[in-house]
Nanobody
Framework: QVQLVESGGGLVQPGGSLRLSCAASGGDFSSAAMGWYRQAPGKQQRELVAHITMRGATWTTDSVKGRFTISRDNTKKMVYLQMNNLKPEDTAIYYC???????????WGQGTQVTVSS
């Protein structure tokens, strides 16, 4: 059974940085794509922020380009989201997702709260 545990969230001032981590257990991590999603206050849908393929190709949404970087360490079964120059609109619960390239499976973590406020 796959378990994903996020960490690294917290309260930060605008312009600050945070590094989110997602630890995976179970499953075939090195063969899976990994993504970071967020759900902002009052929003029902989760937004894909960044993802990384099993081969390490990355994508980030336009609103975070140049500020957020996704990376993975297959030996440690970890995926990271480095977030720099944080803005109040980045406030959300951030979720880690493991999924296959053909969408045959997906697993979610419980989320970690990120609050950007002065």
């Amino acid at each position: 059974q796959v378990q994903l545990v996020e960490s690294g969230g917290g309260l930060v001032q605008p312009g600050g940085s945070l590094r989110l981590s997602c630890a995976a257990s179970g499953g075939d991590f090195s063969s899976a794509a990994m993504g970071w999603y967020r759900q902002a206050p009052g929003k029902q849908q989760r937004e894909l922020v960044a993802h990384i393929t099993m081969r390490g190709a990355t994508w980030t949404t336009d609103s975070v380009k140049g500020r957020f970087t996704i990376s993975r360490d297959n030996t440690k079964k970890m995926v990271y989201l480095q977030m720099n120059n944080l803005k109040p609109e980045d406030t959300a619960i951030y979720y880690c997702k493991m999924y296959s390239s053909d969408d045959s499976y997906e697993f979610w973590g419980q989320g970690t709260q990120v609050t950007v406020s002065s």
